[in-house]
């Protein structure tokens, strides 16, 4: 993700950036832009076509058409939000959960517990790599200590890996429980971290694999070209040879609305504009290091 200032204008405004949807769409920009210089150059200077009712009825299509496409661009966009949104919500959510989950056993354990503290250290921020893995590839990495902590050996690289994770650690707070290190209350007070830990997990998924339907991504890139290559045949009349400006100029507004939110619809990738879930995996173990360390 981008860091930037937001109230910086002239860098916002005059920089171009690898997300820049003027460097994704210039071959389409110059292909329309020919394309209406074409059409313009047809009407006006070969066929030597002039306004009539036919071509103002067509204007007047496109006026109409053009009320449709916006309510149709604001509706993906904010839709495209949501999903980003709600995504950072989720990850800001887990945060705290394992912020909470590090106090709550740092003040159960005993101070002289070093491999249960250790093994609480390593193993919360463990479930947020593992989700930031499971999130963005097929696989997962783990971080093994088998040494201290056997059960870090045994996690199946081919499995879910955050349901590994988190039935570890409710493993292993059990067993404190059953050992007498911790009360049945204080067993009870973790329960809602240990939770929350599989309920981010789904919802991070739901956002991950319920994408856009097709059909209406599709219907949206297809409604733009059409209503972009029909513009010069009604607005040449009215404004000439400046429709090879116009023209692709209204696709590049179109388009790049479509290209934001398809490059936003799916937050846990590596686009400049997606959540960085990287670092805030490495400030939950940062956090979680300081608390019980």
């Known amino acids: 993700m981008i860091a930037y200032n937001p109230k910086d204008w002239f860098q916002s405004t005059f920089s171009l950036h690898r997300s820049d949807t003027a460097r994704k769409l210039f071959p389409l920009l110059l292909a329309i832009a020919i394309y209406s210089l074409a059409i313009a150059f047809w009407e006006l200077e070969y066929l030597n076509l002039s306004e009539n009712t036919t071509i103002r009825n067509i204007n007047i299509v496109h006026s109409l058409l053009g009320f449709a496409m916006s309510i149709l661009l604001v509706f993906r966009t904010n839709t495209a939000y949501d999903r980003w949104w709600e995504a950072r919500k989720q990850w800001g959510t887990l945060t705290n959960i394992s912020r909470t989950l590090a106090i709550k056993m740092n003040a159960y354990l005993n101070k002289e517990d070093k491999v249960n503290r250790n093994f609480y250290i390593k193993a919360i921020p463990l479930f947020a790599d593992t989700l930031f893995d499971h999130l963005r590839s097929n696989t997962t990495r783990f971080m093994l200590d088998e040494k201290e902590h056997p059960e870090f050996g045994s996690l199946n690289e081919q499995k879910h890996g955050p349901n590994q994770v988190a039935s570890m650690i409710f493993e292993r707070t059990n067993n404190l429980y059953k050992e007498g290190l911790i009360t049945g209350d204080q067993l009870i007070l973790v329960n809602d971290e240990l939770h929350s830990l599989t309920d981010i997990c789904g919802a991070c998924e739901r956002i991950k694999n319920t994408p856009i339907p097709m059909s209406y991504s599709s219907f949206i890139k297809k409604f733009i070209f059409i209503y972009?290559?029909?513009?010069?045949?009604?607005?040449?009349?009215?404004?000439?040879?400046?429709?090879?400006?116009?023209?692709?100029?209204?696709?590049?507004?179109?388009?790049?609305?479509?290209?934001?939110?398809?490059?936003?619809?799916?937050?846990?990738?590596?686009?400049?504009?997606?959540?960085?879930?990287?670092k805030l995996s490495n400030n939950i173990r940062k956090h979680v290091g300081e608390l019980i360390g």
């Open 228 to 278: 972009v290559l029909t513009l010069p045949v009604g607005y040449v009349f009215s404004i000439g040879y400046f429709v090879i400006a116009a023209v692709p100029f209204i696709f590049y507004v179109m388009a790049s609305l479509e290209l934001i939110a398809e490059s936003i619809e799916d937050p846990f990738g590596t686009d400049p504009d997606d959540l960085p879930i990287e």
